[in-house]
């Protein structure tokens, strides 16, 4: 058993400058039913300030634009799983988890969380106004497979995940990044001479993305005004693209020379 506390704070604003705000407890538990077979559990609370460019956005007067509605970002994370242990180097593991987002910034230019949100400056660095009243959550599990000799180690993991973050009507939209379903499978092998071969193949499943708003992307002057298109915020992250997945190679060869004097 692992018990933890922490706690943060700083001089930003009133809220962020007393640390019982941002009390967080944590707990992780481990059980062995038998030498092979073992639960893993936990569950805690955790906090995470706000990105600089959000404590740093300002008016056109000069004024700290989320001066008083800025809080630290918080989450509740709960996690139980099994782990098998096999005769020799292998293990087998399944794990599911749960996170509860609060206090999450909202983007109030175009009412979306800033976790629902693309890749456009504004919103990946936060650097708009926003109100800190979204809420999030995330669902799934994880499937890890590990293989570990002494020449050869192979890394498998599968995870089912769903990401939701409200927006300012407090509906559920799948966050920007809801990939559903990640593969992760790495491996390497030891060969005589000091030559090493590896390997990494990873699957994405297909992110969600807004639509253009083309019919005022299509004006003139409103996109000279944006310096880019207008996405259609009415179809938050109503579209995914298509999955993605990528093979790496690698090889090494290490080479040792004598030191001479």
């Known amino acids: 058993m692992s018990l933890g506390l922490r706690t943060d704070g700083n001089n930003y604003n009133s809220n962020m400058a007393n640390p019982l705000n941002q009390f967080s407890p944590r707990l992780a538990l481990s059980y062995s039913l038998t030498d092979q077979i073992k639960i893993n559990g936990g569950l805690g609370r955790y906090y995470q300030q706000p990105a600089y460019t ?3 956005f300002k008016t056109n007067s000069g004024a700290l634009a989320n001066e008083n509605t800025a809080t630290y970002i918080g989450a509740n994370h709960y996690n139980l799983g099994v782990e ?3 005769t020799g180097p292998m293990s087998f593991s399944i794990e599911g988890f749960y996170k509860d987002y609060f206090q999450y910034p909202i983007d109030l230019n175009t009412g979306a ?3 629902n949100q693309g890749a456009e400056y504004s919103s990946v660095y936060g650097a708009v106004p926003v109100v800190f009243n979204g809420k999030g959550q995330a ?3 994880e499937v890890l497979h590990r293989i570990n000799f002494s020449n050869f180690s192979l890394l498998a993991a599968y995870t089912s995940v769903r990401s ?3 927006d300012i009507n407090d509906q559920l939209i799948p966050s920007s990044r809801d990939s559903q379903h990640l593969i992760t499978i790495t491996g390497s092998k030891q060969f ?3 030559w090493r071969a590896g390997f990494q193949w990873r699957f994405v499943g297909g992110l969600p993305y807004t639509p253009y708003d083309l019919e005022t992307s299509a004006n003139i002057e409103a996109r000279n005004a944006n310096g880019q298109p207008y996405f259609d915020y009415e179809k938050l992250n109503s579209l995914r693209f ?5 093979l790496d190679l690698r090889i090494d060869k290490n080479i040792f020379l004598k030191n001479r004097v």
């Open 54 to 56: 959000t404590l740093g």
């Open 84 to 86: 098998y242990q096999f």
């Open 113 to 115: 969380g800033l976790a």
């Open 139 to 141: 669902l799934g599990f």
């Open 164 to 166: 939701q973050f409200t």
């Open 192 to 194: 005589k001479k000091n």
């Open 242 to 246: 298509d999955p993605f997945h990528q």
